[in-house]
């Protein structure tokens, strides 16, 4: 069995630019250059599910294996991502290719925002500007948690 592992390099972010905080891709509609931001499409996660499919099986090609058996991605708890809508994608584009028996493992990356102003770290659950728990002041800045990440994939 072949592993291409955590440091595989590969971001998920095919067709979903608009979600990725972490991607210098400019949507055409974002006033904030280099940044992605969120936009809600609805059911977008079938969306990503091809991205990240045609990601892994890009990856399955450079390492010439022929199978795919588990793909492991990282979604954080901000990135307006579903994980039962991610499966049922998942479901939904595999048929008929080298992934078609393959694992999905979803993993869950709890959201933390930072306070610059009192340096203290402290978790949410949704939103895009965070009061802080200690001080009170506002802060925008998410240190972990709107990761949309292809972690793994293991092929033969
Ligand atoms: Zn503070």
Redesign the pocket.
């Known amino acids: 069995m072949r592993d291409s592992s955590e440091n595989t390099g590969v971001r998920v972010c095919g067709d979903w630019e608009s979600l990725c905080v972490d991607c210098t891709f400019t949507p055409p509609d974002s006033t904030t250059p280099g940044r992605g931001r969120y936009v809600d499409t609805g059911m977008h996660e079938v969306g990503i599910m091809t991205s990240a499919l045609d990601a892994v099986l890009q990856q399955a090609r450079t390492h010439g294996a022929h199978r795919v058996q588990r793909i492991v991605l990282r979604i954080g708890a901000l990135s307006g991502v579903d994980a039962a809508a991610l499966r049922f994608a998942f479901e939904a584009v595999v048929p008929g290719t080298p992934a078609a028996e393959a694992e999905l493992e979803i993993l869950d990356v709890p959201a933390l925002a930072h306070?610059a102003?009192?340096?203290?770290e402290f978790g949410v659950t949704s939103g895009f500007i965070f009061s802080?728990?200690?001080?009170?002041?506002l802060?925008g800045e998410v240190r972990q948690g709107r990761e949309l990440e292809l972690t793994r994939i293991e092929m033969t």
């Not at 102003?117 to 203290?120: I, Q, R």
């Open positions: 306070c102003a009192c340096d203290t802080c728990p200690r001080c009170g002041r802060s």
